[in-house]
């Protein structure tokens, strides 16, 4: 900067104010020198601490270890007792199976002997009655079917009688439904039209509102960032640096 050149009184001000809240060399050696201080103490609590749960871990697992010991004679014992009564169990069930398939096996027979004869005396009655059945069938299919034919031709001629008359009033009907429809769609079409001019109308108001308020917006906001840019400029040297920090 040039010795002619007078610094204006606000970036006087701010030099100022930077110098002040300046750190100096001797405050972060001591907070240094502090932060050090606690991490030995917290280094030496640590040591502390895990000499304590060593000492613990070591007692547990002799206790541990006297547990397991007792657990497995326990376990052994108990193992033991329950092959034997399962063995005794396996004898008893196995004996109670063999009677109990002897019993089925003879049941099944004296079954399987009654079913045979049941079905054979059912297979003579259904023979019988289907063969008189289809007798039945035949005769009451034979009527039908003439039943069927002279009641299929009378109501041939009245349906065609029906759809002559129907066709001819739905002619009418629908020309007449085609009219309204026309009309009732020409003043929904306008009446839509209308409405979506008003609706455009104040859509474009509200972007052309939004655009005016965005394009201020970053115009001050650019206006700001060439002041700053301006005040460092004239700072210079160690001054500029110090004002960059604090902003």
């Known amino acids: 900067m040039s010795a002619n050149t007078k610094m204006p009184a606000f970036m006087k001000a701010m030099s100022n104010v930077a110098a002040e809240n300046k750190v100096s060399s001797k405050v972060i050696k001591a907070k240094m020198a502090a932060k050090a201080k606690r991490a030995k103490e917290v280094s030496k ?8 749960e060593k000492k613990a871990a070591k007692e547990l697992a002799k206790l541990q270890k006297i547990a397991d010991k ?5 376990a052994k014992a108990e193992a033991k007792e329950a092959a034997k009564l399962e063995k005794a169990k396996a004898a008893a069930e196995a004996k109670e199976a063999k009677a109990a398939e002897k019993q089925l096996a003879k049941e099944a027979k004296a079954l399987e002997k009654q079913q045979a004869k049941e079905a054979k005396a059912a297979e003579k009655l259904a023979a019988k009655e289907a063969k008189a059945l289809e007798k039945q069938q035949a005769k009451e299919a034979k009527a039908a079917e003439k039943l069927a034919a002279k009641e299929a031709k009378a109501l041939e001629k009245q349906q065609a009688k029906e759809a002559a008359k129907a066709e001819k009033k739905l002619a009418k009907e629908a020309a007449k439904a085609e009219k309204k429809l026309a009309n009732e769609a020409a003043k929904e079409a306008a009446k839509a039209e209308k409405k979506l001019a008003n609706e455009a109308a104040k859509a474009e108001k509200k972007k052309a509102t939004k655009t005016e308020k965005a394009e201020a917006k970053k115009a001050a906001k650019l206006d700001r960032q060439d002041l700053i840019q301006e005040i460092v400029e004239k700072l210079g040297g ?3 640096k110090q004002v960059e920090v604090e902003v």
């Open 45 to 52: 609590e640590r040591a502390e601490q895990l000499a304590e």
């Open 70 to 74: 007792e657990a497995a004679k326990q």
């Open 238 to 240: 160690e001054e500029s």
